[in-house]
């Protein structure tokens, strides 16, 4: 079709040449990362920046005190939260945080979209947490967030997408674009957001079903596996994949026939519960 030519010849150009306008990262999340980044790096200043958003505060110590991460004392306050969840994981709470906020449209059939890739991306953060362990070297906050960053190439898709009526009153066709599209913009995102190289791999590879490679599994098998499962019993074309023929499975470990999640529901539930 012309006009799915045009879309993605456009698409692709922008892309190549920096003119397509990529979503920005909250600067909350900005901020949070730079001071954690700084090896000086204190948790009052990470509690200032963070307290100046009221909503996200209340949120962190939410999760602080859920069944993921709670200890034996009720937290209450910020400095109790970095305190007892540290640096790094705090940064990359703030940053799963703030993403649902990007997942928005002023077009109702839009923004019902990017509400079902949301709620996608949660279900394959919650798993890919759940099954953290058996990817040694991969911690379950940073699978939490590789899963819901996966799919942030549909954004700028779907932004544009609103322009299109006749892109929203062909749904195969825009599914079919997004399919197409969104691994190679996700890359471009995340690379932009100057993210560490396995989460852009992540979001580039992790419908590369053929993907192959040495040594242990990385934080893009974990999400692969994630993502298939995710789909099973469904009619996504992922819900159908022969798992016997992506390595990922092998390298980490999973029966080819099924992944037993029933010991984890609880905990797959309360991450559901973080991003509600």
């Not at 920096?18 to 909350?28: H, K, R, W």
């Not at 009153?169 to 932009?192: F, M, N, V």
């Not at 692969?224 to 980490?252: E, I, K, M």
Request: negative net charge; aromatic residues 4%.
């Amino acid at each position: 079709m012309e006009s799915e030519d045009v879309f993605v010849n456009q698409l692709i150009a922008d892309l190549e040449s920096g003119q397509l306008q990529l979503p920005t990262l909250p600067e909350v999340a900005l901020r949070v990362r730079d001071v954690v980044d700084d090896e000086n790096a204190n948790a009052s200043a990470i509690s200032d920046i963070i307290g100046q958003d009221a909503g996200l505060s209340a949120r962190l110590i939410q999760v602080a005190n859920s069944p993921l991460y709670r200890g034996t004392r009720e937290i209450d306050r910020l400095s109790m939260v970095i305190a007892r969840l540290g640096n790094k994981l705090v940064r990359n709470l703030v940053t799963s945080q703030v993403m649902k906020q990007m997942f928005q449209a002023t077009n109702d059939a839009v923004d019902q979209r990017l509400r079902t890739v949301w709620e996608h991306s949660v279900q394959v953060a919650a798993i890919a947490r759940a099954l953290a362990g058996h990817c040694p070297g991969v911690a379950p906050d940073q699978a939490m967030l590789a899963g819901l960053l996966h799919d942030v190439g549909t954004l700028p898709i779907l932004y544009r997408a609103e322009e299109r009526d006749d892109l929203l009153e062909t749904p195969g066709l825009l599914d079919h674009l997004i399919e197409e599209l969104h691994p190679r913009i996700g890359g471009a995102i995340l690379k932009h957001w100057k993210f560490p190289a396995q989460l852009v791999a992540v979001a580039a590879e992790h419908e590369n079903l053929a993907r192959d490679h040495d040594g242990p599994a990385d934080l893009v098998d974990l999400v692969q596996v994630a993502n298939l499962q995710s789909h099973v019993g469904t009619a996504h074309p992922l819900g159908s994949v022969d798992w016997g023929q992506v390595s990922a499975f092998h390298r980490l470990g999973f029966d080819v026939d099924e992944i037993e999640l029933t010991h984890c529901a609880e905990e797959i539930d309360e991450v559901h519960n973080l991003f509600s």
